[in-house]
């Protein structure tokens, strides 16, 4: 083919658009490398389970408070809200401990696990466990609010399972209305009613 007749030039435009195209779309799709690092979520609501690769979970209920208190004792306030989340998960494979909780915001704003610990547990393999935590976080954050659980030994960012729990606040919510204070932490108990 003649590249300077008029089939040919059509033809170099085409390859050149089709070079362009392919770039563009090369710079707006993700890279393997962000696909593979990416945590594959497992989207749920209060007390659903969510069966992930090393432990099954369930949020049983949320609620908000003023102020906590740890297994210690020790009282803590907030002039925000302690939003007050009952876990119970049971290991599937090997005794683990759920670390790394976070509640993440509408505008993607990260809160981590407050007052005395960061993880929940340990769970024997086939026992269920319960425990209570707490993330401190200014009221007008609350509504849309999700708690991440990741796998026991991953976090939010890395790739592997991330349950994605809607708390299921809205503005207006109740939830403040009732409010509690001095609400007990507690850590790693074995329960019956998984």
């Known amino acids: 083919m003649n590249w300077r007749s ?6 170099s435009v085409l390859v050149v658009a089709a070079l362009a195209f392919g770039s563009w779309l090369e710079t ?6 962000d696909i593979l690092d990416k945590p594959f979520e497992h989207h749920a609501r209060i ?23 740890s297994e210690d004792d020790d009282r803590y306030r907030t002039t925000g809200v302690f939003l007050v989340a009952d876990v ?18 509408t505008s993607g704003r990260l809160y981590a696990e407050s007052v ?16 209570v935590v707490a993330f401190e976080i200014p009221e007008r954050d609350l509504a849309g609010a999700k ?16 349950a994605v729990i809607d708390l299921g606040i809205v ?10 204070s001095g609400v007990k932490l507690t850590d790693a108990t074995y329960w019956e009613d998984q």
């Open 6 to 11: 008029p089939a040919g030039a059509l033809l």
């Open 28 to 33: 707006v799709l993700p890279s393997t490398d």
């Open 47 to 69: 007390d659903d389970q969510v069966e992930m690769r090393e432990v099954k979970l369930r949020v049983r209920s949320v609620r908000a408070a003023s102020s906590v208190v």
């Open 88 to 105: 119970v998960f049971m290991s599937t494979r090997d005794p683990v401990r759920l670390s790394n909780m976070q509640v993440r915001t």
């Open 116 to 131: 005395t610990r960061n993880s929940c547990g340990p769970s024997q393999t086939g026992v269920p466990v319960r425990c």
């Open 147 to 162: 708690l991440l659980i990741p796998t026991p030994r991953g976090d939010i960012t890395g790739g592997d399972d991330l």
């Open 171 to 180: 503005d207006g919510s109740a939830l403040l209305d009732r409010e509690q």
